[in-house]
């Protein structure tokens, strides 16, 4: 299994901006707030007021993205690893603005490297139901997004890292999923190595075989810290295992 810049369905450049600064102590505020249902409620103070907005690049989609996604605050699915919950605040990018009913996707690997509906790809037999680790939410009238998830795994050539899609106007289904809308970023979201290499001391990280592609060493992060996508992590508790809570305000482009 392997992931370069020229991965299948490459983007071009659109322009997202990542709120620092003062934001930062706002979105922690946010990360400690209950989590928030697949339509989220408020939940958190407005970011945007006090950002300092940086402007980046979007990044590849890669090949492993699924259509279908299940709008759902939770994609665990069971799937074994250190708790991670995500707090992502969406904001337009001329305005600061930030932006509700905003849907939140992600998706990404499990603690050995597979991604649901490619399992095998990293050399492990598990069952593959095509949805673990898949999802998103609507954004509350804070512009926020909670998720629950796992911290992600490795594979062939790539560091950690999270998929991430935001998509607006999208029409909720009644299987769980949405449909329509109009997709304003395609981007990935990554973690500082020190707190990587901590996770994978631990099981089932590491039972991971694979050899562990650095931020330093990827081909697709940039080295642009917050503006490229590198969230905020705080602890959940005093050991590595308790988990932590990755925070990033993501600006998008409304026409």
């Known amino acids: 299994m392997t992931e370069t810049s020229g991965a299948t369905n490459p983007i071009g450049r659109r322009t997202v901006l990542i709120a620092t600064g003062t934001t930062a102590a706002v979105l922690a505020v946010g990360a400690a707030a209950p989590e928030a249902p697949a339509t989220a409620t ?13 402007l980046t690049k979007e990044m590849t989609e890669g090949p492993y993205y699924l259509d279908g996604a299940l709008v759902r605050a939770d994609v665990t699915e069971g799937k074994a690893g250190i708790p991670l919950k ?3 605040t969406v904001v337009n990018d001329s305005t600061c603005a930030v932006i509700p009913n905003a849907l939140v996707e992600i998706w990404h690997c499990d603690a050995l490297g597979e991604y649901s509906g490619y399992v095998g790809n990293n050399g492990h ?10 999802g998103g939410v609507l954004t509350n009238s804070a512009g926020l997004a909670n998720i629950t998830t796992i911290y992600p795994g490795w594979y062939r050539g790539r560091c950690v890292h999270i998929h991430v899609k935001v998509h607006t106007g999208v029409t909720l289904t009644s299987d769980g999923s949405f449909t329509g809308g109009q997709e304003l970023h395609t981007g990935q979201l990554f973690i500082d ?6 996770v994978a001391k631990i099981s089932p990280y590491s039972t991971n075989t694979v050899t562990r592609t650095t931020l330093a060493q990827d081909s697709i992060y940039d080295d642009g810290g917050a503006a490229s996508g590198l969230m905020t992590l705080t602890a959940l508790g005093s050991s ?8 990033l305000t993501l600006g998008v482009q409304q026409s």
Not at 193 to 198: G, L, N, V
């Open 86 to 88: 995500l707090a992502l």
């Open 193 to 198: 190595e020190t707190i990587t290499t901590a």
């Open 240 to 247: 590595t295992s308790s988990g932590y809570t990755g925070t």
């Open 125 to 134: 037999s598990e069952p593959d139901d095509g949805t673990f680790l898949r």
């Open 42 to 54: 408020p939940d958190a103070t407005p970011a945007a007021a006090a950002a300092v907005c940086t």
